[in-house]
């Protein structure tokens, strides 16, 4: 059974791979034909203003592919769309859909200001709620603490923690998509070791449907790497940060989300950081908010900033795991 279980799980994922690279193509083209692109910002980076006018949104298509293909495999594999599954899920198409509200809105007005960051916010605010209720009905409000190995009955306290990991996680990946290749990638390092931490567990149908997403985002990557096609808009980054604050939640792997995921976490501070002290000195630290557009302005290539924060990402997921396991 458990090596039927590993063959449709390849399948699987070869099969969402498949349909990724053969729906691209015409995504990009169809984008490119209704004018869905990206506008870059007046006081961004003067070399990302070649980017103007580049397809995005690209985020539907790994959203829908891997939803799609778990749905329907369902039927057929061992892989049920059980509560733990179907809580991941609805976080991955419930901020994905918020994303592609604030999309729109920029790709219509042809400015980044998009939806307003309190209903932005709002949105965010409400699936976080809807998923800690959902999630509690059938599980408890334990955390575990790596390393101590203990586990601490959070109780309502849990709910302020599952509010932060999502609202905090969406937005800071989102902040993390600014480079060619970078959020993609990212979130394919940082999901490895919860694919692992789920087998381990023995939910291999979580473990599934985060491989199927992994092998979705390297068939998009084909196309985001640098010079990018298409990028994936608030519509993608918004839905992997909701997708990866679901698993770690479903896996009780709340703590070692900020240590895999530190990526993110630094890339959002950066701008807390760089907001904060701007407001109280007038003086920045970082030469530019997010990180990642510090390091360019320090003179990296973009390749160069998005090699090495792999590097850190691949270290940390290490960490994570090596703690995970232990």
């Known amino acids: 059974m458990l090596n039927s279980n590993y063959l449709w799980i390849a399948i699987m994922c070869v099969a969402t791979l498949v349909i990724m690279l053969m729906i691209m193509p015409g995504l990009i083209d169809y984008l490119?034909?209704?004018?869905?692109g990206q506008t870059e910002r007046e006081e961004g980076l003067a070399s990302h203003k070649?980017?103007?006018?580049?397809?995005?949104?690209?985020?539907?298509?790994?959203?829908?592919?891997?939803?799609?293909?778990?749905?329907?495999c369902s039927f057929f594999t061992p892989f049920k769309l059980d509560m733990n599954a179907g809580i991941i899920l609805l976080a991955f198409v419930g901020y994905?859909?918020?994303?592609?509200?604030?999309?729109y809105i920029i790709v219509v007005q042809k400015n980044n200001e998009g939806l307003k960051p309190k209903y932005k916010y709002l949105l965010q605010s409400i699936l976080a709620v809807v998923f800690f209720l959902l999630y509690c009905r059938n599980s408890t409000t334990?955390?575990?603490?790596?390393?101590?190995?203990?586990?601490?009955?959070?109780?309502?306290?849990?709910?302020?923690?599952?509010?932060?990991?999502?609202?905090?996680?969406?937005?800071?990946?989102?902040?993390?998509?600014?480079?060619?290749?970078?959020?993609?990638?990212?979130?394919?390092i940082a999901l490895i070791p919860f694919a692992i931490f789920a087998f381990i567990?023995?939910?291999?149908?979580?473990?599934?449907?985060?491989?199927?997403?992994?092998?979705?985002?390297?068939?998009?990557?084909?196309?985001?790497?640098?010079?990018?096609?298409?990028?994936m808009g608030d519509t993608g980054s918004l839905a992997l940060g909701g997708f990866i604050a679901a698993v770690a939640m479903v896996l009780k792997q709340e703590i070692l989300l900020i240590l895999i995921g530190f990526v993110f976490v630094a890339e959002v501070c950066s701008v807390i950081i760089q907001v904060t002290y701007y407001k109280k000195t007038h003086k920045r630290i970082f030469k530019m908010a997010p990180l990642h557009h510090h390091f360019e302005?320090?003179?990296?290539?973009?390749?160069?900033?998005?090699?090495r924060f792999r590097l850190v990402g691949v270290i940390l997921a290490v960490l994570g795991l090596v703690l995970g396991v232990m």
């Open 201 to 231: 567990q023995g939910l291999d149908n979580v473990a599934c449907l985060i491989l199927i997403v992994i092998f979705a985002l390297l068939g998009y990557l084909k196309f985001n790497k640098h010079p990018a096609k298409i990028f």
């Open 32 to 36: 490119h034909k209704i004018k869905f």
């Open 50 to 72: 070649k980017k103007n006018g580049t397809p995005t949104m690209g985020g539907l298509a790994f959203i829908i592919v891997p939803t799609l293909v778990y749905i329907v």
């Open 297 to 307: 302005m320090c003179g990296w290539s973009e390749e160069k900033v998005v090699s």
């Open 142 to 188: 334990n955390i575990w603490i790596p390393l101590f190995d203990v586990t601490i009955d959070l109780k309502w306290f849990y709910f302020i923690l599952v509010y932060f990991m999502f609202t905090a996680e969406t937005n800071a990946v989102n902040l993390t998509d600014g480079l060619d290749g970078l959020c993609a990638g990212q979130m394919v």
């Open 96 to 103: 994905g859909v918020v994303g592609f509200i604030d999309d």
